[in-house]
Nanobody, 128 residues
Framework: QVQLVESGGGLVQAGDSLRLSCTKS????????MGWFRQAPGKEREFVAT???????????HHADSVKGRFSISRDNAKNTLYLQMNSLKPEDTAVYYC??????????????????WGQGTQVTVSS
């Protein structure tokens, strides 16, 4: 069984930065696709960013247009940890942020139904 535990959320002001972390435990391929999604009140869960292995020691990252240039996804496989660096935060970034993982695959996955495992979520609130 795979478990994902997010941390790093909080209350910040517009323009501030936060870094979310997601620690993975259990049996999955270390380079398997992982991603971040978010869900604001009254809205559907939306894709934020994903990273997947693209070579023997290379990874591809993909970010939603709404966060491109402000957010950056990265991973440290030695620590089984996924990160989301969020800069220049805006009030519209307020949401619960979820970490997700797949059992395998070597392409970009951007829809929630394509992921097999989910964390419990961490709240990010950006005040204006």
């Amino acid at each position: 069984q795979v478990q994902l535990v997010e941390s790093g959320g909080g209350l910040v002001q517009a323009g501030d930065s936060l870094r979310l972390s997601c620690t993975k435990s259990g049996r999955t391929f270390s380079g398997s696709p992982m991603g971040w999604f978010r869900q604001a009140p009254g809205k559907e869960r939306e894709f934020v960013a994903t990273t997947t292995q693209s070579g023997s020691n290379a990874y591809t990252a993909h970010h939603a247009d709404s966060v491109k240039g402000r957010f950056s996804i990265s991973r440290d496989n030695a620590k089984n940890t996924l990160y989301l660096q969020m800069n220049s935060l805006k009030p519209e970034d307020t949401a619960v942020y979820y970490c997700a993982a797949r059992d395998g695959g070597f392409r970009i996955f951007t829809t929630s139904r394509e992921y097999d495992y989910w964390g419990q979520g961490t709240q990010v609130t950006v005040s204006s």
